[in-house]
């Protein structure tokens, strides 16, 4: 199979294989000053299968930022005002695990290194080459859809904790961090026959048998974005 040529700021390329059908509604957040990139990605991204949504600035991007929709971003490093290790950073602030691939025409070994240590898919060279791009972004196809599902995973466990009063989170706070009755009893100043009970009320509203299932549920959402 052939392999695809180079991306400059106008050359169009072809996929060397099929592009988005793993994430429904799955879009590529594009982000580049130079119109260019921008117009020749788009082309080669909706050719590959791909839905997508360029930005000029990523002022712009961040403004309109939805995490609950499915996508990644692919970005350019250097951008006049706030590079693409910025916007990186600003997405992690805001506890998005929003997948990251960048792009570089002069990119440095500090500037990549810290890119991949917080989580970037890959880090590309310019001139782009198609297939590596598209690889790229399969990988963050399959690691959107962790980041989605841990997503909905917190949000059914949040629901569930919420249906709680503040005793009974109390209680299963202490529960969870293996307190035994007796204790709990002296740490809230109750007795051990009511903790007995709230105990009871939280597993059977939480919907669990054991404290290992409470145990997991609740670091669902105690556990923070990766």
């Not at 050359?11 to 060397?16: K, L, Q, Y």
């Not at 499915?70 to 506890?95: H, I, K, Y």
């Not at 002069?106 to 880090?123: H, I, L, N, Q, Y």
Request: with cysteine; proline share 5%.
């Amino acid at each position: 199979m052939q392999r695809s040529g180079r991306l400059g700021a106008a050359a169009d390329f072809c996929p060397v294989f099929g592009g988005g059908n793993g994430v429904p509604d799955f879009r590529v957040f594009i982000i580049d000053d130079d119109q260019g990139i921008l117009d020749a990605l788009i082309r080669f991204l909706r050719t590959a299968g791909y839905e997508t949504k360029a930005y000029s600035s990523p002022q712009a991007f961040l403004e309109e930022h939805d995490p609950s929709m499915p996508g990644c971003v692919v970005l350019d490093l250097s951008m006049p005002r706030m590079n693409g290790l910025a916007v990186q950073r600003e997405l992690v602030t805001r506890g998005s695990e929003r997948p990251v691939i960048f792009l570089s025409g002069r990119g440095t070994v500090p500037a990549s290194v810290e890119a991949m240590k917080a989580g970037a898919v890959d880090f590309l060279p310019k001139p782009l080459k198609g297939d590596e791009l598209l690889s790229a972004i399969k990988v963050a196809e399959e690691r959107d859809l962790v980041r989605l599902q841990r997503a909905a995973e917190r949000k059914a466990a949040g629901k569930l904790i919420d249906k709680l009063t503040p005793r009974e989170k109390e209680v299963m706070e202490l529960v969870v961090q293996g307190h035994l009755n007796k204790n709990i009893a002296a740490l809230i100043g109750t007795t051990e026959k009511t903790v007995k009970a709230h105990r009871g009320r939280v597993m059977h509203k939480i919907g669990v048998r054991s404290v290992a299932e409470l145990v997991r549920l609740t670091s669902k959402v105690t556990t923070k974005p990766r």
